[in-house]
Every structure is written in structure tokens, then in C-alpha cells.
């Protein structure tokens, strides 16, 4: 990469980095091109050469958002965590970013950008789906997750507790001790309302 293309890199990375900021307080159809250009201290003409359009803009930097905390992801998972610690991280990872950006946002965000939303499901068919299912059959491995348990059924049961994420994380806060509930849902998680007794794994 010569200078040039480093620093059109360097300007395309500022600009995103100012809409991902903006998407925190303000919804996409809000934003103007003249309010990202201010902020990030670009001209309008520069966001329209790079970028084409606002609703082109505003996808590629939640592409890049995304992108980025996948990468998160499997940089933990190279530290090979046990199956508790990827839970615990993963809960943590959807705290952020629901602390970040409100689910409103996102679901305003798919229903109106169709192209958002077929890049989602193909990171997810492409790249989480096959993730999940190592994590499920290295578990397995590990004794951390019964070999009888079908993996497909065991997927349904972590997609269904995904959908519910923001109510969970809405209930941990409400009741005021956080860290104590969220480690209730994972042991929950992991024992069912059976429990475990102490010293049983």
C-alpha cells in the first residue's frame, strides 16, 4: 500500500469511526452527510467519492462494526477457553453492545437496508453457524456438554436465549446486582433448575 492509499485508508476509517459514533445517539435516516462531514472534519465531496451514498456509508461502517467484534471472537476462541468462558464472554460481548447501540437500531437498521441484512445472514450461515457448531462438538470432547444431546437441538436452545439477550440483560440490570443474575442464567444455562449439588460437576 503506497502513501496515498494510506492515508484515502486512513480518511475512509475516520469518517466510518464518526458514524458508528453518531449511530449511538442518533438514528440512520437522522443523519446527514454535512453533520458526518463536520464531525469527522472531511468535506461532503471526499464521503460521496469514497463512499457514494449515506446509506452506503452507514451499512459499510456497521459491515465493519460487525466485522470487527467477529474478529473478537475468534481471537478468544484461539485461546481455546472452556465452554463456560466462551458463555460468559459471549453475554459480555452482547452487553457492549447493547450499551453501545440500542436493538432498535439494528432492527430499524435490517428492515430498511435489505443488503445489511443478506450480509448478516451470510456471516452467520458462513462464519457463526460453523463456529457454533465446533465450540458444540469440542464441548462434547471435553465432557462439557453430553454426547447424547443432539448438536442441531442444542443450537435451537442457544438461538432461542440469543433472541432473548436484550431482556436478559434488561432484567440484570433491573434487579440491580448484574454480575450475580447473569451468573444465575449461566448456571441455569449449564444445570437446568435442578442445579448442581456442591461438588458434583
Known amino acids: 500500500m503506497n ?60 459491515r465493519r462494526y460487525l466485522d470487527s467484534n467477529y474478529a473478537r471472537f475468534e481471537l478468544f476462541m484461539d485461546g ?22 440500542s436493538p432498535a437500531l439494528f432492527q430499524q437498521m435490517l428492515t430498511s437496508d435489505p443488503e445489511l441484512a443478506s450480509y448478516i445472514e451470510v456471516l452467520y450461515r458462513e462464519q457463526a453457524a460453523p463456529m ?16 447424547s444431546m443432539p448438536t442441531a437441538t442444542i443450537m435451537a ?20 446486582r448484574s454480575g450475580e443474575f447473569m451468573e444465575e442464567i449461566i448456571n441455569l444455562f449449564f444445570y437446568g433448575i435442578r442445579g448442581v449439588e456442591q461438588g458434583q460437576s
Not at 10 to 25: C, F, G, Q, S, Y
Open 3 to 62: 502513501g496515498f492509499e494510506r492515508r484515502k485508508s486512513a480518511i475512509k476509517e475516520k469518517i466510518m469511526n464518526t458514524v458508528l459514533e453518531i449511530l449511538r445517539t442518533c438514528e440512520p435516516k437522522n443523519i446527514r452527510i454535512a453533520d458526518i462531514a463536520a464531525a469527522a472534519n472531511v468535506s461532503q465531496v471526499t464521503i460521496y467519492n469514497y463512499f457514494g451514498s449515506k446509506e452506503a456509508l452507514v451499512r459499510e461502517s456497521f
Open 80 to 101: 481455546n477457553p472452556t465452554l463456560k468462558e466462551i458463555v460468559q464472554y459471549t453475554i459480555q460481548l452482547d452487553k457492549e453492545t447493547f450499551e453501545t447501540y
Open 132 to 147: 457454533l457448531v465446533r465450540i458444540i462438538e469440542e464441548g462434547k470432547k471435553k465432557g462439557e456438554i453430553s454426547t
Open 157 to 176: 436452545y442457544i438461538g432461542m436465549l440469543k433472541l432473548q439477550s436484550q431482556t436478559l440483560l434488561e432484567l440484570a440490570h433491573q434487579s440491580g
